[in-house]
């Protein structure tokens, strides 16, 4: 860990993709120690994905700088610097003409790996994100949504990142296996030392998984700080309003407990 | 019972040579249409410019009658092939294989091309974006994700293609391609209906297996059964080399080569000066139902080695003559022309006229009062005229009309097979008949005598190509064939093989022919 710290720094990022559409990102500054697990929270089109995209440079700033590990991504290969960080896409992302094991093991196939060596590591990864063996040899569509989005976070694990970024990955499963896979991922981020960044709209996951939560509006971070900073002291109406949430959630469920005892 | 025709007999032993060049044809104009639209295709996906554009000339050659596209690339290849010899000193055969290969090829585009841009379009941008995501190159993206998803669509488009190619390969017989199109163009000019359903019988069923082979491909590469797409592959090669060999087999050796339009007294003309030949110890082959424009230049580049022509025919088409001078003299100008220009032999006439005449059914003459083309001109307003495909575009036609004055009430172009049928039956009240058909005396049809020689003579005569000019074996095999076919002769022998009850194949009407003649 100390060896090759994997932090993430943008500086000043601004983004336009040159529709006439203005600009998805403001002078964005963003820092993610290594170790940390990040939420970016904000409504749709607020430009947490395009911030998060800037980190693998599936989309690049038209102004500022994004360093990873402390180099700046725009001076290396795209390519190689993708295939060393995890990446959970939004709708899952599995290609459908390949196998379980195949969709896992893509990213080893493109660094060179042996078959054996492949087949081995699957193994590991179904272990890890507790999906049963017997599922390696079928096709995406055979899978339940939370099947799949556990094989999508096996796949973004397969090369041993340090540095995982993930797109909504929980979405689209009911709430209970939700719950079960954000928990189950909080403890592989632990046991694994990882570095992630999750972009959600859901302030309540945001809350109960992060170290720290970055709040976007309209192309600008707004507030950044740990999930009670946030909630004592929101410097807007805005974070204000979305922190309100989980507190009135909170609160509701505390009642229904409290008048369930007396 | 069937089996017992011997019209259904003589139809499947012709198969393995029609079969075998037929799918060699298909088979080679579909991968040629592969290897260039695949390619063109992946860079087009990127190039939304070039993509308009290739699939817009692709469109328009779809448009152009599949026949005439084929029948283009004949001149043009001639004049490749000319250059090539001019520059290289060698020269390929620009008759047959080549032009249909190129253009069924070329026909074979469109599907092949808007199907794979439009599969390839059409993969989920997610899912790219995940290829990306995961670390792929654009190209490792396109061989590992869309290629593979747009499989299906792109298959689509092979198996149109190949349908499409193996129908319209059975119009390259008139460019001199041996194919199944054989068994159609000689049944429908010899009434021979036998023929004609076998021929397309024959093609729907090699649509229809080559259909579902690819579509066994398809399902073993989309299943990845990597052993069992080999096998199905190796087999399919095998099985295409045997077929396509049959051909090969079928006419091994031939030594020379003997062509034919695509009519009746053509066919056995030609088969025989085959017999002759094969008689003699010399090996020789007939190249059907060869477009009239075609035979001629297959004879000069040397793809043909003889034919029987006709004075008027190379008169007026070749040597673009419009006045018509007495028999003799078109005779003795066309030999002089011929070798000067091409030199192309003529050994001479085979003693027998085919001239283009008007013929009507004498009951309706009778009433109409006519005669002779004289007659004509007062009536010809009231008056249809069927025709074969040639005649209302061909100088004769101009020069027949403005002689006499004719102008018809209408003017209709059909096969000449049902040009008898038509006239019989009252359809239309005269037709441009041909002197030397049997049908002519069948239905005791008047035809009417041509007093100011506005149509040429017409006399038969043999051709020889300018490289075989001086093959004296070749020649001397041939000359008895000189002044020996007398009209009634013709006439007889083209009835034999026109229909009626005693209908016999060309070959056979060559050898009862010569028979005769040969007394």
Redesign the interface.
Known sequence: MEAQPLAIEIIEAWKSYGNGSGFALKGVSLHVETGEFLALVGTSGSGKTTLLKLVNRLAEPTRGRVLVGGADVSQGDPIELRRRIGYVFQGVGLFPHMTVAENIGVTLTLLGWNETAIEKRVAELLELVRLPQAIAPRLPASLSGGQAQRVGVARALAASPRLMLMDEPFGAVDPITRDALSRDYRALHDALKLTTVLVTHDVMEAVILADRIAVLDEGRLVQEGTPQELLAAPKEAYVKELMAMPRRQAERVRSLQGGARS | MASFDPRVQEAWARLPEYLGAHVALSTSALALGLALSIPLALISVRAPRLRWLLLTAASVIQTIPSLALLALFYPLLLALSLVAKAAFGAQFSALGFLPSLLALALYSMLPILRNTVTGLVGVDD??K?????????PK?SLY??EL??ALPVIMAGVRTASVWVIGTATLSTPVGQTSLGNYIFTGLQTQNWVFVVFGCVAAALLALAVDQLLALFERLI?KRERKKLAAAGAGALVLLLAVGGLSEFAGSGAGYVVGAKGFPEQYVLAALLSQRLNAAGLSAVTRSDLGSAVIFNALVGGDVDAYVDYSGTIWTNTMHRTDTPKRDVVLKEMTDWLKQNYRVKVLGTLGFENAYVLAMRRDRAAALGIRSLDDLAASAPRLAVGGDYEIFGRPEWRALREAYGLSFRQERAMQPTFMYKAVVDGEVDLITAFSSDGEIAEYDLLTLPDPKQAIPPYDAVLLIAPKRSEDARLTGVLQPLIGRIPIERMREANLLVTGGPNQVPPEEAARRLWAAISK
């Open positions: 997610a899912v974006e995940a290829a990306l995501g995961v670390g792929m190159t490792q590992r994700v593979p998803l989309v």
